[in-house]
C-alpha cells in the first residue's frame, strides 16, 4: 500500500489534474485508517471532475468513520437532495446513522429517500397505466 501511495503522489506531482491518481492515494491512505489525510486529498478533487461524487461520497464516509457524524449526515444529505435517483449514498447515511445507534433517524430519513431513489413506475406500453414499483406504504 506504501508504494501504491508513493507511486500516486509522483504522479500527482507529475500531473496535478490527474483526478484518478488523487482517488488511488486516497483509497491506499483509507486502507491504512488515514482518514482525515484521505479526506484531504479527495477535497483535492474539483466538483467538475467525474471523480467528484464518488470524492465526496468518500469524504462523508471517512468523517463517519471520525465520528464525525453530523458533518458526515449534512454532507450525504445536501448529496441526497443533489440526487435523488442515487442509492449509493442514502445506503451510505443509513449505516452511518445506524453505526451510531440513531435507529430512529436512520429510518425516517433513509426509507423516504431510499424509495424515492428506488422505486419508479414500472412503465406498461399501451396497456393502461405505469403499474407502482414499491409498495404503497412502509413499515419498519
Not at 484518478?20 to 491506499?28: E, H, Y
Not at 429510518?107 to 419508479?120: D, E, Y
Request: proline share 6%.
Amino acid at each position: 500500500t506504501v508504494a501504491a501511495r508513493n507511486f500516486a503522489r509522483m504522479a500527482i506531482y507529475l500531473r496535478p489534474d490527474l483526478d484518478g491518481a488523487r482517488a488511488v492515494l486516497a483509497t491506499g491512505m483509507e486502507r491504512d485508517e488515514m482518514w482525515a489525510e484521505a479526506n484531504d486529498v479527495l477535497a483535492g478533487i474539483p466538483a467538475s471532475s467525474p471523480y467528484s461524487w464518488e470524492a465526496r461520497n468518500r469524504i462523508a464516509i471517512n468523517l463517519g468513520r471520525q465520528n464525525r457524524i453530523d458533518e458526515a449526515v449534512a454532507m450525504l444529505s445536501r448529496m441526497s437532495d443533489e440526487r435523488k435517483d442515487r442509492v449509493d449514498v442514502v445506503n451510505n447515511l443509513g449505516d452511518i446513522l445506524r453505526g451510531a445507534d440513531r435507529f430512529k433517524e436512520a429510518a425516517a430519513g433513509a426509507v423516504p429517500t431510499w424509495a424515492t431513489a428506488v422505486c419508479r413506475p414500472i412503465p406498461t406500453g399501451n396497456h393502461g397505466p405505469a403499474v407502482p414499483a414499491c409498495p404503497v406504504s412502509w413499515s419498519i
